[in-house]
Structure formats: structure tokens, C-alpha cells
């Protein structure tokens, strides 16, 4: 049975009606649908288009005939920036559908978008606050649902939390206690801000990510800072050569100050950001690179249980990781399954990156036409692993979409409607 939906004052209702008012005619289509009919809005013919995003005409037809998914970020890239939009115009914003496990999420982006606007360091929005032991205990009982893409979880809790570690950070009864409630709030700011990036709110994701830096400058642990970083970049608009720059600035800075496993594991992370960075302004052999000295560092901290590791990183998080990057730079169905196989299915344990894995399987699948039919049990089970996080993934929403006009036969078909009501794809 779904979760109860959370109750929130009519005020909060209706604003976040508001907030997604905009978006919900656009995001009833395609992406293929969509980008149609932004390019005619710029007046360009596909010809045009396909010369301004350095693509082929043909495949500009194709992924608006939805005869060809766009699920590569340098594609999505490029053709936003030829048409001279945002990459949210063309991938859509948030959706709603009728599935409580997708939409009910929503509901607590309002109050966190409240908790964000009106903290700030030395006046906090409430003039009281739990003892600091205590809110970082209930803070850190969201570590687990992070992990879990478990939206439904934190949109009940990180709003108060935040009051209250903004508070202490902005009256703190000494020095070690601004220290531990700033690292708090940094941790607070990092996971809001996955979650708003996750249901596509962009502007609170980087509000969010703006916050959880300004939170670790005042730790003044380098560490603290590159955690930050590395959720700053995630949530930036995708200006992918920006965002490569950035990625590699923060792990030269924080290289030298990685001496203990936590360290080791933060440069981890912001290498395999720089990797992917890479992929998607197709240089090849520095995502290789990357992913080089990313596994040299998986090397060097222990995988026994994932789960443990800042953002889950270990050798199978680069296992992950590559299948993603490979899915990004075109790899075929078999190839990714390959790559996909080394990861150690003990140490899968941490939902969102299992249903990470196989969704990127199932996308590299669902490109092929011999293995598009497999393609549907792989994003089944990456539904089952992880569902708020892959009802709200629009790659998943875009195969989905894909494979829906590929459906051969009535099993099939059914299994794919299925999974587009939930994921509000028209079937």
C-alpha cells in the first residue's frame, strides 16, 4: 500500500500547484514532442537544428517521431543550446501523476523551498531549537532514505531540521558547537538539494547546493567543502564544460587533505564527476582518465558495505559509474550488460545506485532493436529497487516513452503501460 500523503496547510497546497502549473502542459509529451515543438516555436527547421547541435538531421527526425530516445546529456546539451533554452525546457520539469509513490513527493518541495528562503546565517526563521545532539541524531536517520531515494521520508523532515540547525549555527553555544551543527547543516543543505534536483525544481536544487557550501566555509574543513562542491556541481545548469572545470578544480584542491577514508572517498566522488563531465563534452580519453584515478581511490577504501561510504564510494559506485558514462558515449545493450557484471551483487545494496545500474542497463538495451523486450524487465527492476527516484527519472520516462511505440506483444505492452501510468508517460 502507498504511503499516506503528508499533510500540509492549504497555503502550501496551493502554491506548489502553482509552482508546477507552468510545466504540466509540457510535460504531458514526449521529449521527442517537446523539443519538436520548441524548435518550431524558434522558427528553425530540423535541418537548422541538427547544424546548430552539430547532430544529423535524421536523428534530429528521429528522436521527434520518437523513433530514436534522447537519453545521452550531450545530446540533450547540445540541442538545448542550440535552441537557446534551458535543459529543463526540453527534458520537462516535474510531473505528477495519479501514482502516490511519484507525486506525493511533491508535496514537500513547497516547505523547503520556505526552509531555504527564509534562514540565513545569524537570523534563523525560528527563535528556538531542540539540543544539537538531538537534531543531528534525527538528521542523520535520513542518511538511510537518502540512499534510498526515499523522497517521501525527508520531505517530512529535512524542513524543520533546517530551522533548527540554522538556528544553532546562528547561536551556537561555542565553538565546537558551530562546528557540528555547520556540518550538519551541510549534510541538511546537500540532501535537499538532491531531492529538489531529483524531482526537477532546478532553482532550489542550486539554492540548496549554495547553502550546503556556504554551511561548509564555516567548518573550515576542506573535506566539509568538497562534499559541498560535489552537489554544487550536480545541481548547476548543465553547462558541462563549466561543470568539467569545476569537477577538476575541486579534486586538485581537495587531493592534498584526503589522508583518511572519508577524504579518500569525497576526491572519489568528485573525480567520477569530472568523468562524466567529460563523457558528455565527448573527450573520451579524459573520462577515462578520471575513471582511472577514480578506481586507483576505490582501491584504497573498503567496499565490504557501501552503504558506510560518503555517497556509496567504493569499487562498485565506479562500477556504476561506468556503465552510466558508457551509456553516455552510445555504448550498445551487450556491451553496457558487460560492464554491468562486474558489479558484485552483494554489494549492491544501496537502492538508488542498484536501480541506477539497472536502469542504464535496460536504456543501453532499449537501443538495440534484438534486446529492447529484456530492456523492459531491466527497468522494471530498476522500478521495484528504487520507485520514487525512477517514477520522477525522465531518461526513465523518455525509454519508457520509446519502448511504448516499440511494444510488440501484449505482455510486454502491459508491463510498459503500466510503468508509463506511474511515471504520467501518455500511453
Not at 502553482?18 to 514526449?30: N, S, Y
Not at 561555542?174 to 551543527?181: F, P
Not at 545500474?357 to 538495451?365: E, F, N
Request: some cysteine.
Amino acid at each position: 500500500m502507498s504511503p499516506a500523503a503528508p499533510v500540509l496547510p492549504r497555503p502550501y497546497a496551493e502554491t506548489l500547484m502553482r509552482d508546477v502549473e507552468g510545466v504540466l502542459a509540457m510535460d504531458e509529451v514526449t521529449m521527442g514532442a517537446r523539443l519538436r515543438t520548441l524548435r518550431r516555436w524558434r522558427g528553425m527547421t530540423q535541418v537548422q537544428l541538427a547544424g546548430l547541435a552539430d547532430l544529423s538531421p535524421s536523428f534530429v527526425s528521429m528522436v521527434e517521431n520518437g523513433q530514436r530516445p534522447l537519453d545521452r546529456r550531450s545530446h540533450i546539451a547540445a540541442l538545448a543550446s542550440a535552441l537557446r533554452v534551458s535543459e529543463t525546457d526540453l527534458v520537462g520539469g516535474p510531473h505528477l501523476s495519479q501514482d502516490r509513490l511519484q507525486s506525493d513527493p511533491h508535496m514537500a518541495i513547497q516547505p523547503l523551498r520556505v526552509a531555504l528562503s527564509v534562514n540565513s546565517f545569524g537570523e534563523p526563521a525560528t527563535d528556538s531549537a531542540r539540543p544539537l545532539p538531538q537534531v543531528i541524531a534525527d538528521l542523520e536517520k535520513l542518511r538511510l532514505p537518502h540512499g534510498a531515494g526515499d523522497y517521501l521520508q525527508q520531505g517530512r523532515h529535512l524542513p524543520g531540521l533546517l530551522d533548527e540547525l540554522y538556528y544553532h549555527v546562528s547561536v551556537p553555544s561555542d565553538e565546537a558547537a558551530l562546528i557540528r551543527s555547520a556540518a550538519a547543516l551541510t549534510d541538511a543543505c546537500i540532501w535537499s538539494a538532491s531531492m529538489c534536483h531529483a524531482l526537477y525544481y532546478p532553482d532550489l536544487a542550486q539554492l540548496a547546493a549554495r547553502s550546503a557550501l556556504d554551511a561548509a566555509k564555516v567548518t573550515s574543513d576542506p573535506v566539509r567543502l568538497g562534499m559541498a562542491q560535489f552537489e554544487y556541481i550536480g545541481t548547476a545548469p548543465r553547462a558541462w564544460d563549466h561543470s568539467l572545470v569545476r569537477a577538476e578544480r575541486a579534486a586538485n584542491q581537495l587531493e592534498p587533505h584526503a589522508r583518511d577514508p572519508i577524504g579518500l572517498q569525497v576526491l572519489g566522488m568528485l573525480t567520477l564527476r569530472a568523468a562524466l563531465a567529460a563523457a558528455v563534452v565527448q573527450n573520451g580519453a579524459l573520462a577515462d582518465h578520471w575513471l582511472t584515478e577514480a578506481q586507483a581511490l576505490a582501491a584504497r577504501v573498503s567496499d565490504e558495505d557501501p552503504a558506510c561510504n560518503w555517497e556509496w564510494f567504493g569499487a562498485t559506485n565506479v562500477t556504476c559509474w561506468r556503465v552510466a558514462i558508457a551509456v553516455e558515449r552510445g555504448a550498445s545493450g551487450q556491451a553496457v550488460r558487460e560492464l554491468a557484471a562486474a558489479a558484485d551483487p552483494a554489494r549492491l545494496v544501496v537502492p538508488t545506485r542498484h536501480a541506477a545500474l539497472l536502469l542504464d542497463v535496460g536504456r543501453a538495451l532499449a537501443r538495440d532493436t534484438g534486446t529492447q523486450s529484456e530492456a523492459v524487465s531491466w527497468l522494471r527492476q530498476a522500478e521495484l529497487a528504487a520507485p520514487q527516484w525512477v517514477r520522477n527519472y525522465a531518461p526513465a520516462r523518455e525509454t519508457v516513452a520509446f519502448l511504448l511505440t516499440r511494444a510488440k506483444t501484449t505482455a510486454g505492452g502491459r508491463e510498459l503501460r503500466g510503468m508509463a501510468a506511474r511515471m504520467a508517460v501518455p500511453h
